[in-house]
């Protein structure tokens, strides 16, 4: 079928390669399947309703189980002059393929696959953030005592652990799934029709439920206009990915010959084509790379979406979504990269504490002591202080005060010797995440399995 509605002719040749692309298989793959999911559902809601006969339902269900169990073979490598839903839907005119827009429009079944497609990657992204944050939790927890400096401004500042460092990290990523968890992916759009509801009386908190939502969205011009969900997916991705890039930045470095505060096993390293000598982390620059893809996704879909009329729009709802999945999944791959780094890192302790004792991070325990033994203001200690690095710096030695015993006594305001406080927090926290995570996923196995207990009862199975 090329022609629809009043239209006498398809479209432009031009227009279907550009739009529709040279065959159908790629939509096959990315979203035919949550297109029978929804159909399936419909299809029981609008018997259950009296608005279908139940012999009409069981034929059309009989076809598209066929075609999914075929895995959709018959549409594969055809073109979709008017898109994959309608080449899906001529494929099942002879079973009674019209019935399926009775109550509902290709607009609001856009918006509801869509939802139910950011599933996979929001489980994926999820997944990915929390084994990075176990792999920090458990890291810091085995390096704890390794003492090194944390900088500012790249230079040595103060004593802490390498323990402590990764800890801090993992309170960031923390957040990163926390803003995961805020993503409301609870509202179902089915039933909404093209932007102004239906006068049938359909059931939408029934396809809502079989389809693993909460409830249905209450006002159907929200429905398919918005897709606000995919720019705070891409916005909470683009601040992981600025996390992990950040991580990327320290860690670099630290693996260089000119910190050696790290080294890697030759599985998570490469070699030079020329230079026999290098082991290249090269990881973490793919990494970093990798989460630069979720900021582009993020302003192309928002520039997509700005300024456009709030309705059903082909720029937001195809154009501006169009960017999610790489954004998303390179963030996953960085992410994935980043959470082996972790995992095989080794500290040189030696060398970490060399660089404490050779940085004077001392110095602001120091100053700290003549304030609280001396009484001097903490002005004139820190010239005081100063004043004598140099002398020490001029004669090639170091200060007297051991940066490990200053990490050690750093116990306030969430210093090194708090460390063990914030692991038990850590460790809440993302058994809280994974707990919530895991029930999310609970639910939509559990919605799909009470869908096909419904499409089942309709069939006169058991």
Not at 98 to 106: A, D, E, F
Not at 176 to 184: H, Q
Not at 282 to 296: D, I, K, N, Y
Not at 322 to 327: A, F, R
């Amino acid at each position: 079928m090329t022609t629809t509605g009043r239209l006498t002719s398809g479209l432009h040749p031009t227009i279907v390669d550009i739009v529709f692309g040279a065959d159908v298989d790629h939509a096959i793959d990315a979203e035919l399947a949550h297109i029978v999911q929804v159909d399936r559902t419909h299809l029981v809601m609008l018997v259950e309703r009296g608005l279908v006969a139940a012999d009409t339902a069981r034929t059309l269900l009989h076809a598209i189980d066929d075609l999914k169990a075929a895995e959709f073979a018959p549409l594969r490598g055809q073109q979709a002059p008017r898109g994959l839903f309608l080449l899906y839907e001529s494929h099942l005119a002879d079973a009674g393929g019209g019935v399926l827009q009775t109550g509902r429009s290709r607009n609001d079944l856009n918006a509801t696959v869509l939802l139910l497609r950011l599933r996979h990657e929001w489980s994926a992204i999820a997944a990915a953030a929390l084994a990075l944050q176990a792999a920090l939790i458990d890291r810091a927890a085995a390096f704890a005592d390794v003492v090194m400096p944390a900088y500012t401004h790249y230079q040595p500042a103060v004593p802490i652990t390498y323990g402590h460092w990764l800890a801090g990290v993992a309170f960031a990523i923390g957040r990163d799934v926390d803003a995961l968890l805020d993503l409301d992916l609870s509202r179902c759009p089915l039933g909404a029709g093209s932007v102004g509801g239906t006068a049938l009386p359909i059931d939408s908190a029934r396809t809502a439920e079989l389809l693993g939502f909460e409830h249905p969205v209450a006002n159907s011009v929200d429905a398919v206009a918005s897709r606000d969900v995919v720019l705070r997916l891409l916005a909470a991705a683009t601040i992981c990915g600025t996390n992990v890039s950040r991580v990327c930045a320290d860690l670099l470095p630290w693996l260089g010959g000119e910190y050696g505060f790290l080294s890697l096993s030759d599985d998570l390293v490469g070699s030079s084509s020329l230079m026999p000598q290098k082991r290249n982390a090269f990881v973490l620059e793919q990494a970093q790379g990798r989460t630069t893809a979720a900021l582009g996704a993020f302003t192309a879909a928002a520039t997509a979406v700005h300024g456009t009329p709030f309705t059903n729009s082909i720029a937001v709802g195809t154009e501006a979504v169009g960017h999610v999945w790489q954004g998303v999944r390179s963030i996953v791959d960085a992410l994935r990269l980043v959470t082996l780094i972790v995992e095989g890192a080794v500290p040189n302790r030696e060398r970490m504490l060399q660089r404490a004792v050779e940085g004077y991070t001392t110095a602001t325990a120091m100053a700290d002591r003549l304030v609280t033994e001396e009484g001097m203001t903490f002005r004139d200690a820190h010239h005081t202080v100063g004043a004598h690095i140099n002398e020490l710096e001029a004669r090639g030695e170091a200060l007297d005060v051991d940066p490990t015993s200053v990490a050690r006594a750093s116990r306030h305001g969430g210093g090194p010797a708090s460390l063990e406080q914030g692991l038990a927090l850590l460790r809440g926290e993302h058994a809280a995440h994974a707990e919530a995570v895991a029930q999310q996923e609970k639910h939509w196995r559990a919605a799909e399995a009470d869908l096909d207990r419904a499409v089942a009862h309709l069939m006169g199975g058991t």
